[in-house]
């Protein structure tokens, strides 16, 4: 009898699509999603739900797989999530062996609705191709997850950075590169706010303002405020530690 994975095997093996073939399935998909999805109802779409994946990989499944996919998953669960709390990773596929076999994939909103807004400071270029707006970014994420839920579902095991990978992503998606240079919090801050380590800043707590100098950035700053409650530092100085809105510094001066 023929495992349930094998038709996928083959054809993920036989796969050979040109960059044009490739771009005839995508606008297809593109064209379904703006369709059918009750939030994606324009490419510069503001807001997604999981469902809105769960369509995605329906149709990818569907153009470049015949369905293959979804049978060599058979009862194995795959479920979607969107994360605010990826802030470098534009996606994350998730392979859980215990309790029990199940798939998840997640996107990022935080870097979906940060790029692709008027403060845009570059062009953004993920999986080696330039995207126009933000269902491009989105379906490009998804790709890649999908390379990832293919080599998972097949060899159990998976790697971006690996040429099995490579070869899958180019052949069946014309990917030339497997990152994504979508603008993350950190560059942000410092691209459009002038916000990094050792930046001098203001910023206003319970009606005071106070000064003090970046630490660290991620969806937020960690500002050290000199003060005689603070903790002690290697300076032989005492700072107090603030987490704060990026959105809510004000820089004093540069180092
Ligand atoms: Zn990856």
Redesign the pocket.
Known sequence: MEHSCDSLLRQVQSLELTAAEVGTRIERIRAAVLSESVNINSPAFTSISPADLHLIYTLYDRYFFSDRIAVALGNTPLNFELSGRLTR?A???AYYRHPEKRFLIGVSTTLLFGCFTEADHRSIVCSGIVCRDRLDALLRVME??L??LIEFVLWDK???ARSR?HSISLRAFAHTE?VHSMITPVEKARQQLGIAPGVQVSFTMEGRVLNGVVNRVTKRATVLVEGSEGRLYSDGKKYMKYYVPLAMLSVVAKP
């Open positions: 990773s996606g994350k596929t890649h997850e390379v990832h998976s790697s971006c990978f497997n």
